[in-house]
């Protein structure tokens, strides 16, 4: 009998250099990005839309401030 394959959440936070933050800024960028994999992970666990997944993952980096999107954003 075939099994389901695991459902992968892979995300990034921008194209900006990291090895230019400062230690406790790459922290709590890197603590966003566990977070926002966490909550867009647990609804694909839970059999949600890979969709739904997807927009609690950026809704949680918008609502960050670590991000260059949403709290964060610059202007273009």
Do not use: W
Not at 2 to 30: C, F, K, N, Q, W
Not at 33 to 51: N, P, T
Not at 52 to 72: C, K, Q, Y
């Amino acid at each position: 009998m075939p099994t389901s394959p695991t459902p992968v959440l892979i995300l990034h936070g921008g194209a900006g250099a990291m090895r230019a933050l400062a230690e406790s800024d790459e922290s709590r960028y890197r603590k966003g990005l566990r977070e926002a994999c966490s909550k867009g992970s647990a609804i694909l666990q839970s059999g949600g839309l890979a969709l739904d997944a997807v927009s609690e993952a950026v809704r949680v980096m918008e609502d960050l401030g670590e991000f260059n999107a949403g709290l964060g954003s610059c202007l273009n």
